[in-house]
């Protein structure tokens, strides 16, 4: 099971451009943003990178998962590169373009009349980011994760660090000091302005430290290649905008939906924040997805690629599994990384994290339609996903709140998660231990109904309680799979 473990060494390379950067972000702006900003300020926050993580996509048009495919079909890699950033690099700077030409009336759409400037913060931000993201990406594709990680964890660290200077330090000084020099690159007015441009100077502090690695190679255009490649990288642009939609689309909808209008962006903050608390599902999820997609690409034409699958599906499952019970046994000390007056929405968390497995599972499973080039199917399973989380969002935020939308999630996610499977017996049949798979899910389930249900006083004793349980899932998936996994490492 050598497979396994190289994939794992990868995954947590990876992770030291993706778990160490976020999960910092995490521990340090999560409890910051929700400590310094007022509920509907954060509301504002969660819904504008709500709308940035949607044109990312649309941005980026596919373009990642595309170099990938074409780096391993076509024998110059190097023009693939060339004609994939140079593609980038046109659509990025038209975008940014049309952002700087029409801010104020995207701003009066989406109601921030009064704050077009974040508009401009924004379409800066998305058009850097796209530009880059190839770069990042044949960083990953020559295995060179030490130096992804790297420049992933700097721009956390200016993120972070200008935050808390714009945010908190400059502050502290207007009101203690008025007249200090430091004062000149402040403005109490900008608010929240600030969280968003301390993004934007990070996302240009990235792309300076990318500069070496853009010119590595001549830039070649290839307009015959490009057009191959937009034809594959249509259908996952689809796939990716409905798969964003499907992920944030619920902070741009409570805003609309909520009957009391004055309150709503507060109640966006509200979610906002406790979704948050999903983030080391969502992390490993995404440390994963950066070192499987090439990891499944390379494997393909090998005997056991089939077999290699459905192992990495089953434990895959288990640690997804894992994370949801430490989030939700220790939820009383997860909580904390939220200010107080957020935690009226913790009700969503369990809901939230149950639809993130289902997205992470959806990832092992998507492999079928890439590797036939049928990623139209993608579009489809996506776009029923995007439905039910219409229809929740729509039709149930005026009667269950923001439940409606945790709940959408959920629903979607399995949804997405049936289809891919069913439709993929039918053109790509990967053997799953769905035995396996389900009887942990299951397990787990019932270990969190157990904890949900006791009602014990004290802290501590509630604290060792859970940590016992969670002994006992990691202690019998070793029972059941110790022979297993010792065979096939034979």
Known sequence: ????????????????????????????????????????????????YAYAALLLVLLTYGMET???????????KDLVYSTSFISLLVTSLVFIAIILLFSQPIADLIHYSSHHEYIVYFGLIIGIDAFASIPFARLRQQNKAFRFAIIKVINVLVLIALNVFFLWVCPMIAENNPESPLLVFYSPDIGVGYAFISNLIASIVTLILLIPDIFKI????????????????????IVGL??????????????????????????????????????????????????????????????????MYADVMKYFVIFELLIFLGVTLYIDFAKYFIDEKFWEGLSIVPVILFAKIFFGITINLSIWYKLTDKTRYGAYINLIGALVIIFFNVMLIPVWGYMASAWGQFACYFSIMLLSFFLGRRHFRIDYDLKSIISYTAFALVLFTINENLSIESLWAQTFLSTLMILFFIGVVYFRERRSFVGKAK
């Open 66 to 76: 595309t170099f990938f495919r074409y780096s391993e079909k076509e024998k110059n």
């Open 242 to 307: 409905l798969g964003m939609f499907n992920d944030v689309s619920d902070k741009i909808f409570l805003k609309y939906f909520w009957p009391d209008k004055e309150e709503a962006l507060q109640i966006v903050g509200i979610y906002g924040a406790n979704f948050k608390l999903a983030v080391l599902l969502t992390i490993f999820t995404q440390m994963f997805r950066y070192a499987a997609e090439p990891f499944f690409f390379a494997k393909a034409k090998e005997k056991d690629s089939k077999q």
């Open 1 to 48: 099971m050598n497979y396994l473990k190289q994939l794992a060494g990868q995954t947590a390379v990876y992770g030291l451009g993706t778990i160490v950067p976020r999960l910092m972000n995490f521990l340090l702006m999560t409890p910051f943003y929700t400590r310094v900003f007022q509920k509907g300020e954060y509301g504002v926050v969660t819904e504008l």
């Open 218 to 237: 001549k830039l070649k255009f290839d307009k015959a290649l490009l057009r191959r490649m937009l034809n594959y990288s249509f259908p996952i642009l």
